[in-house]
């Protein structure tokens, strides 16, 4: 599933709690470990207000049998208590509008008063002024049901708001599953098993085959290739070596690796993806920003009219004060927005519904709005535009094998190997209904390829270093070999121990819906831009094939993020589309 968002360039810090705790992350570095407890806290909130709302509903009906005027428009007679009854229940749900209260504060702190400052003010006074007519009945003035009313219909807007926005926290918990839980540190060259969060800067760290790296770091000892694709989009995995640094969240997929910890917490990589998702968090939508400008109007109103009510009603037209009171309360809780509660989770929960139906996760909803404005596409590569996978392109090979031997050959020798590379072979044999046998004397070379017998004959697989270190001429497949490499390519070489005999090229296939995408966008006259971590000889090879002019290579979440919000500032709305964790920043 895509994800998916448009954003302009007008931006507003919202109310809500994402500032306190991004400083609350700057200040303790386990906070990056913990971005799925977030994401279920906003899951649960909306299972609240869910629950809050059931509960409501049936303490509603007792509210309105108690209620006079719903008794006598039914003919139902008295029901002995009924006022004290009325209170009961009333404060039962007054309780579950304590949040109500909460989202008040808030607002009277920030002087921005909206709909919770009004609601507040009409659910508090008209529930205390219910409870002083009950205690006198002389007063016979209740505003218990059109409380509990209002509540019961906030409650529900509530609910789908949270719902609706539920998954704001998805990135944060993608990120935080980056990191093992675990790591190996070494003291005194002693392996001693860590939790991540409690590892320092200069901390020695073992990275073991198949394991993630746990902090980023530079390599003290040996090497490997690293899979960087869910932080850096790199596609193809990246030959690492003493001296080199890595990234927390990559695997080490062959050899091992002894990793000297430099940067811990916010600092590290995924410590600043995910502070960029909360920077790129605490922005407003536009129509948020008129509804709430449209709910401050409104409460200004309310809180004049209803101080003019008494005026009028008490002072001019000399009615007792209570009635004129009366009449206040009145106005405060009919100007109560219900609609307004409501027309904005209401659409949000439809759209969102409707979007995932069609396969597409819209992040920030809100900003659907702005999607005709679109001047700009900016689209991720792999994953996105690509499949994110290798796929074997083509298979060339000398007049000793033929293409389906090579493959044979090729894939029984990889059928051990881990690599991403030797699965995508043995896949795509698998495929084609090639054979594959079990090879004997196998062994793995670290960061090269493979050497085994395939029916009692010796084979090497590999890259063109593995070949230089049997002094095998390439010489024969040289030209094929430099025209797929700089189209993108990553080669494979196959030979016995007197020479080559071909070649298996594998790349990131790109999608057929992707052509149709970038046409259609160009018709429409939007300028389209392609971001990728990835080489820039496999992004020119890929803008090449799609018509796409403008394209960055070798970049990093931060400047994909950077890339956008200079587009924004360029006056333009953007449109990013991409489909990984390191597209989060850029998304949101």
């Known amino acids: 599933m895509k994800l998916f968002q448009s954003t302009n360039f007008q931006r507003k810090n919202s109310m809500d709690h994402s500032h306190h705790e991004m400083k609350e992350m700057s200040h303790d570095k386990s906070k990056v470990h913990e971005g799925h407890h977030r994401g279920a806290m906003s899951h649960g909130s909306s299972v609240d207000y869910l629950k809050r709302f059931w509960i409501v509903t049936f303490l509603l009906v007792p509210l309105f049998l108690t209620n006079e005027m719903f008794m006598t428009a039914i003919n139902l007679g008295p029901i002995p208590f009924s006022k004290w009854i009325g209170l009961g229940v009333a404060t039962a749900i007054f309780s579950f509008s304590l949040v109500f209260f909460k989202h008040a504060w808030h607002e009277i702190k920030a002087r921005s008063y909206g709909m919770m400052t009004l609601v507040s003010l009409a659910v508090g006074s008209g529930y205390i002024f219910s409870i002083v007519s009950t205690l006198l009945p002389a007063i016979n003035a209740e505003f218990y049901l059109e409380i509990g009313t209002l509540i019961w219909v906030l409650l529900f807007g509530h609910y789908l708001e949270a719902r609706s926005t539920s998954r704001a926290g998805d990135s944060l918990q993608e990120v935080a599953k980056l990191l093992p839980k675990k790591a190996h540190k070494l003291i005194n060259n002693i392996e001693e098993e860590v939790d991540v969060a409690e590892l320092v800067e200069n901390d020695i760290v073992l990275v073991k085959p198949g394991e993630k790296v746990p902090s980023d770091g530079i390599i003290e000892r040996g090497s490997a290739r690293v899979d960087e694709a ?46 960029l998702i909360f920077e790129a968090q605490k922005t407003k939508p536009r129509s948020q920003k008129i509804a709430d400008k449209a709910s401050s109007i409104l409460t200004l109103i309310a809180g004049v009219t209803a101080l003019l009510t008494i005026l009028v009603w008490s002072v001019f037209l000399g009615h007792p004060f209570v009635f ?245 500032n360029d006056g333009h709305t953007v449109v990013m589309v991409g489909d990984g964790v390191n597209d989060a920043p850029s998304l949101t």
């Not at 193809?236 to 990793?259: F, H, M, R, Y």
């Not at 083509?394 to 094998?401: A, C, G, P």
């Not at 063109?464 to 270190?469: I, P, S, V």
């Open 230 to 275: 869910l932080i850096s989009g790199e596609s193809k995995p990246i030959n690492k070596q003493e001296g080199d640094t890595v990234v927390a969240g990559s695997i080490c997929l062959d050899g091992s690796l002894t990793v000297r910890v430099t940067r811990v917490g916010e600092h590290s990589t995924v410590g600043q993806i995910q502070k």
């Open 324 to 568: 004129s009171l009366t009449l206040a309360i009145t106005v405060l809780v009919i100007a109560c927005p219900h609609a307004l509660g409501l027309a904005i989770p209401t659409v949000t929960t439809i759209t969102t519904s409707l979007a995932i139906k069609n396969g597409v996760f819209i992040k920030n909803l809100a900003k659907i709005e702005t999607l005709k404005k679109a001047d700009y596409v900016v689209f991720d590569k792999t994953g996105t535009l690509t499949h994110g996978q290798f796929g074997v392109t083509k298979i060339v090979s000398t007049d000793s094998l033929s293409e389906n031997d090579i493959l044979a050959v090729t894939g029984s020798l990889e059928k051990h190997s881990s690599h991403v590379i030797g699965v995508s072979i043995v896949e795509y044999a698998k495929t084609k209904g090639i054979s594959l046998v079990e090879p004997t004397e196998f062994k793995n070379i670290a960061g090269k390829g493979v050497y085994g017998e395939v029916h009692k004959t010796a084979y090497i697989v590999g890259n063109k270093a593995l070949m230089d270190d049997y002094k095998l001429s390439i010489e024969s497949l040289s030209k094929v070999y430099k025209e797929l490499s700089s189209a993108g390519s990553t080669v494979v070489f196959i030979a016995d121990t007197k020479k080559v005999l071909g070649i298996v090229a594998l790349s990131d296939e790109i999608k057929a819906e992707s052509y149709i995408a970038i046409r259609a966008l160009k018709k429409m006259n939007i300028n389209v831009a392609m971001l990728t971590g990835d080489s820039s000889e496999v992004a020119q090879s890929v803008a090449h094939e799609l018509d796409i002019e403008e394209f960055s290579a070798g970049v990093l979440p931060a400047d994909k993020y950077e890339y956008v919000k200079k587009l924004q």
